[in-house]
Structure formats: structure tokens, C-alpha cells
């Protein structure tokens, strides 16, 4: 069966106006089927990631979180009185309020992120909690050039990226974000990123495909936005979850698998499916220490400190741009 989408007849909706229209069209389209991975954090998507962050195989969250209590101090101590602290994909912004503790004497706090309930949400639980810090929200894309006020732009700037967000991104794409965040945080920034550590298949796996299965319906979710807001006819019930790991390239893969031969109708067009084909939804490459300088350092950041568990499953790191 051809891989390439059939047309479908009917004319293509209203739906192919919308900006992820052309980006799930292309990767449905392609010989392996994807969809991006921004796609799982709608509301309903935001909601299962912070369930999944609570799970007992999870050990991300709960590991960067200790590491970050723990580097706090030292963090603070580096950190300049009226600096600006952005957040790249700040989500709930739980961490954050490790750091906002250790950081009384910032300037602002700027989160962004492409959930708007999850901006809106943290942003009023921090000014409940922090009532002096100013807050200032940004809905989007964390690619997308850093404006800030004019009355902070001339402020030292503390990028955040915790999660191991970083790992969602193919080595070479990672570098690129390093690059770019290098360039919206000016000379003389600082950049605090977790980093997953690469280690034994089973911890990762289970990681990423827990026993009650909320990874599964995280995954699956990514569906059920598409049919809600491009008319697509996917049967949720028709795929399952599924956790690969490739050693070769230090990732995990999430895909959603196909459990019969069917053809998925979207604008317009049909995209067939056999049996065991899968979409592929998301990378999660994991470093060693040192393969992570390595690409921070070609992104032109000096790697100053860096904080690990005593199982060395998670890293944070300390990233300069000198002045």
C-alpha cells in the first residue's frame, strides 16, 4: 500500500487553515509517519504530562528537582541582584519555584511556553506565592526570538531549561537551540539545563511506558487533538503506546502503532496504514556528561558546574557565556 496520502473526496475543511495543518499533512506524508511532539501539550495533554511527572518510574522530575535544591545556593550565589530569570517550556513552573526561592532579588520572571492554561495557571499560582515578583508570561514557541520589556532588556539575563527538554531535540537540532538561546540571552548569561543521563534500558524504558499507563494516554492524546481541531477520524482504539530504545543513537522513541490495516482520514486526504506501522511522536536522546559539554561547547557556552544524583541517573548544568 502506498505510503503517500490518497486524496480522499470531499474537498479539504476549513480545518487546513490552521498553522499545524501543513506540518501534520508533511509528516504523515513521509515513508516513517510522525507528528511533532509540541502537539501533546494542549490542556488535556498539559494535565497528563504533570501526572506522568508524579509516577513512580518517572524518575526525572523528582531527581532533577533534588538536584536542584541541592544547587540552589550556588545557583543564587552567581546570580546577579535585578536579573531577569526566563524559562524556556516552563509547563506547571514547579521547578522554578526551587530557584524563585533562592533568587529573592530578581527583576522578572519570564516563563514561555505553547500551553496557554499552563502559563496562565503557574502565573497565578507564583503571584499568590511570590506577591513582589513580577511575572511575564509568553504564549509560544521557545524557538522564536526572546522579546522582553524594554525596561528589562538591559538586564543580565538566567535562562532555565529543566526536564532534559533538551533530549527531545536530534543532537545537531540541539545545538542549534543552544545557539540560539546563547544569542537571546546576551553576553555575560547563564543558562541552568537538565540533562538526562544515558543508563540501563531498564530504567528507561519504564520510564517512558509506566504499568498504569498514562503514558499511553499521554501519547494517545496527540490523536484526539487532531481529531478535535483538523475533523481527522482517527479510532484512538486502534493504536496502542509504545517505548523504543536505540542504543546506537542514545534514544528513546515514543510511537503510536497501528493494530489493523486502516486508512486515516485528514483534509482532505487518506493516509493508509498496515498493521504494526507506526507514527513516530517523539525523541529522548540521553548524554553522558561529557558528550553534553562537548555540544554545549560547540553552541558556544563554557560548561562551569555540574550537579549529578548519587545514582548519576540526571544532570544539571551550568552554562556561561563569558562578558
Not at 533530549?167 to 537551540?177: H, I, S
Request: charged share 20%; proline share 6%.
Amino acid at each position: 500500500m502506498s505510503q503517500i496520502a490518497e486524496k480522499k473526496l470531499g474537498g479539504v475543511q476549513d480545518a487546513a487553515t490552521s498553522p499545524i495543518a501543513q506540518i501534520v499533512l508533511d509528516g504523515l506524508s513521509r515513508p516513517q509517519k510522525s507528528l511533532p511532539s509540541f502537539l501533546f501539550y494542549d490542556a488535556r495533554g498539559s494535565d497528563l504530562f504533570e501526572e506522568i511527572t508524579r509516577l513512580p518510574e518517572y524518575y526525572p522530575t523528582r531527581t532533577e528537582a533534588a538536584i536542584l535544591a541541592e544547587a540552589a545556593p550556588a545557583i543564587a550565589a552567581h546570580t546577579p541582584p535585578g536579573a531577569v530569570l526566563v524559562e524556556y517550556g516552563s509547563g506547571s513552573s514547579r521547578k522554578t519555584e526551587i530557584l524563585l526561592d533562592a533568587l529573592p532579588n530578581l527583576a522578572a520572571y519570564a516563563p514561555i511556553d505553547v500551553s496557554q492554561s499552563a502559563l496562565a495557571e503557574a502565573s497565578a499560582r507564583l503571584g499568590r506565592r511570590f506577591p513582589t515578583l513580577r511575572v511575564i508570561p509568553t504564549l509560544g514557541d521557545f524557538s522564536a526570538p526572546l522579546i522582553l520589556p524594554a525596561s528589562l532588556s538591559r538586564r543580565p539575563r538566567t535562562g532555565f531549561f529543566p526536564g532534559s527538554t533538551i533530549g527531545n531535540f536530534a543532537p545537531a537540532d540541539a545545538a542549534a537551540l543552544l545557539t540560539h538561546m546563547a544569542q537571546g540571552l546576551g553576553d555575560g548569561g547563564r543558562l541552568i539545563i537538565g540533562v538526562d543521563l544515558l543508563k540501563d534500558v531498564s530504567i528507561l524504558i519504564p520510564a517512558y511506558d509506566d504499568a498504569a499507563g498514562v503514558t499511553a494516554a499521554f501519547n494517545l492524546n496527540i490523536l484526539a487533538r487532531l481529531n478535535r481541531e483538523l475533523g481527522a477520524d482517527f479510532d484512538l482504539q486502534s493504536f496502542r503506546h509504545e517505548a523504543r530504545f536505540y542504543a546506537a543513537e542514545s534514544r528513546i522513541e515514543m510511537h503510536l502503532v497501528s493494530r489493523r490495516r486502516q486508512k486515516i482520514g485528514l483534509l482532505g486526504c487518506l493516509f493508509p496504514l498496515e498493521a504494526g506501522e507506526s507514527i513516530h511522536t517523539e525523541n529522548s536522546y540521553k548524554y553522558s556528561i561529557a558528550q553534553f559539554q562537548a555540544l554545549a561547547e560547540l553552541a558556544g557556552w563554557s560548561c562551569r558546574r555540574v550537579w549529578t544524583d548519587d545514582g548519576d541517573l540526571f544532570s544539571v548544568h551550568e552554562l556561561d557565556r563569558g562578558i
